[in-house]
């Protein structure tokens, strides 16, 4: 009993420091990882192109494939796949997939051919078996709402596999970096789920890998053509300060974002912003702060403010103090005042030496 009483007790006195701002309440923040997913496809060394595909087996045709892209190269293809697995490792008898990078190879019907998967930004996968559609969505890493890229009609009947694929244009490699993979089906159920964190597995998930020569299906050996957790996605972002010293110093993920330090004091200046954005780091990066001139409110002047005026046809020109002004004016009035009441004393007699003699 007192044991409950001195819990509930330090809960209520946080409660109440924490509602004057007595005690600072923080947010567990979560910073991605430099892990990821390597999946490159390579020509044989004898020659020729090769397909690696990097899979999980379902039960049903349906599921949801989402996964952040941070690296690709120009060379080959990169895109999805899904199908019957007994005609897998064969291009030709593959069903359905889209490639896209130096051609476009696909048993899709879709509009945009152009289109090529980006670094930079989270794309999703819908694969529906039963409505026989393929839709495929991407959105900025860390933003919210998904753009629409296509919606083709699937050409399968039945699908058990889903995932990525990789084609090598013969010398050239096709290779991407990916990571936070998630599989799941139609309902949110998850069948995979990968940061490539630190300890983690390529096949975590049930994932499966094959590299294979894409015109026979042969397999090629391993190493030429593989999916690996690759680690080296972290750039130095240094904030300096305009003398050359190092505010801050970070290693941050690819796509990741700098925690900007506080800024120096400059006299007669304010901090504005810093010369770089923060945010999706791409490359080792340098930033310094932007100042601007502070903004001093006017001082009160005792001496009463001065206006300058100028004769146009002397040339001559003149200082007048705002308060002399209203002294000269007050001047002006006391004069007028007192002329006035002497005009009245003379005025007075004379208009009543007309009034006797009428």
Known sequence: MKKRLALFTIIVSFMILSLFNLVSVKAIISYDDNFGAYIVASGPI???SGMTLYYTEIGDGNGILTFDLLKSNDAGEFGIVCGDKSSIGILSNMKDYALFGEEY???LEIKNTDFTFVAGYTYQVIFSAKDKIIKLSSKKIGSDDYSLIFEAQSTYEKSNYL??????????????????L???DLKGREYVSNSFDDGAKITEGNMKTLYVNPITGDKLSAGVG??????DLLFTVRFMAE???IISEQKVCSYGSAQAPEAPFKEGYVFDKWS?????????????????????????????????TKDEGT????????????????????????????FSLLIMPIIAIKRRNE
Do not use: Q, R, W
Request: charged share 25%.
């Open 46 to 48: 004898e020659g020729g």
């Open 105 to 107: 190879k696909s048993t």
């Open 163 to 180: 995932g990525f694929v990789a084609l090598s244009n013969n010398a050239k490699s096709s290779s991407v970096i990916i990571d936070n």
């Open 182 to 184: 998630s599989i799941t």
């Open 226 to 231: 593989n999916v690996f957790i690759h680690k």
């Open 243 to 245: 003398n050359g010293d």
């Open 276 to 308: 770089e954005d923060t945010n999706s780091i791409t490359e080792n990066t340098v930033i310094y702060p932007i100042y601007k001139l502070e903004e001093k409110e006017p001082e009160d002047d005792p001496k009463g403010n001065e206006t300058v």
């Open 315 to 342: 040339g001559t020109t003149s200082v007048i103090n705002s308060d002399d002004s209203k002294n000269s004016k007050g001047c002006k009035n006391a004069i007028s005042g007192t002329i006035l009441s002497l």
